[in-house]
């Protein structure tokens, strides 16, 4: 009799996750409340503010942490940005993790009461966006935070620590490449070419090739550094795939 409570209990927890997970339209607030509706809406008050409408309820944005509906599902980020202002990212990854991009509603309305976000492309994941697993806190994508999430997963880990080693060979190259295009500067000032002879200024033929070479060197590192640095965050999509399978 025990066995069969569990396995009933069991069956109605997956139905009810299924159902949040955006067979209905629902917020999901602070509280672990769930607040079931027909029509969801995003939309600014008088004041300008945002303003969640589910059905005739009027919901303040601070009260809730995700809500679904016919746009996708969305999570609050208030708690991550400086200002604490409610704002919004939209799920673009399910599964045992989750990942978010941050959205931007328009203020004008799309038709009648009905506001949405503005046109994006898909970005590569990268750490402006937010995780989370199931229905807790969001956290920003970052190598300490996914590492401590995906604990369990070694080969999700090891693709980690690629995305941490290329992100330092690009960090190392930005500082090279800094450093390369201040030897340049430094060069070409101290080889000007004016010279003081007396009052009068006159020209002196130098060769600038060398303050050039560093310019270049420079720009290349720079360019390398940024190369290296996109390619590696490829290595995070990554992880968070194989950990979801």
């Known amino acids: 009799m025990k066995k069969l409570l569990i396995l009933v209990m069991a069956c109605y927890g997956l139905n009810a996750r299924s159902q949040e997970n955006g067979s209905r339209n629902f917020l999901y607030l ?24 589910a059905d005739s309820r009027k919901v303040p944005t601070g009260q809730v942490k995700f809500f679904n509906n016919e746009d996708g599902f969305f999570a609050n980020t208030r708690k991550l ?24 509603y328009d203020d004008a309305p799309f038709e009648g009461d009905y506001y949405r976000f503005r046109d994006y492309r898909r970005q590569v994941v990268n750490t402006r966006m937010f995780f989370n697993k199931d229905f807790s806190d969001l956290k920003k994508v970052s190598y300490n935070n996914l590492n401590e999430a995906m604990a369990d997963n070694p080969k999700s880990l090891a693709l980690l620590k690629r995305y941490r080693s ?3 060979t690009g960090i ?30 006159s020209l002196e ?29 490829k290595n995070i999509e990554r992880a968070i795939d194989n950990y979801n399978r």
């Not at 602070?30 to 600014?44: E, F, H, M, T, W």
């Not at 500067?185 to 080889?191: D, P, R, Y």
């Not at 420079?218 to 390619?231: D, T």
Request: aromatic share 10%; charged share 15%; hydrophobic share 40%.
């Open 30 to 53: 602070n509280s672990d409340s769930i607040v079931y509706a027909q029509k969801i809406r995003l939309r600014p008050d008088f004041s300008g503010s945002w303003t969640i409408r």
């Open 81 to 104: 940005n400086f200002l604490r202002q409610s704002s919004f990212a939209e799920r673009i990854i399910e599964g045992k993790i989750n990942l978010y991009q941050e959205v931007v």
């Open 166 to 168: 290329t992100k330092i």
């Open 172 to 201: 190392v190259m930005y500082v090279a490449a800094g450093a390369a295009i201040i030897a340049s500067g430094v060069t070409l000032m101290s080889g000007s070419g004016i010279k003081l002879d007396g009052k009068v200024p």
């Open 205 to 233: 033929n130098r060769s600038y090739t060398g303050s050039f070479v560093l310019l270049g060197l420079g720009a290349g590192l720079s360019l390398g550094g940024f190369l290296v640095g996109e390619s590696g965050k």
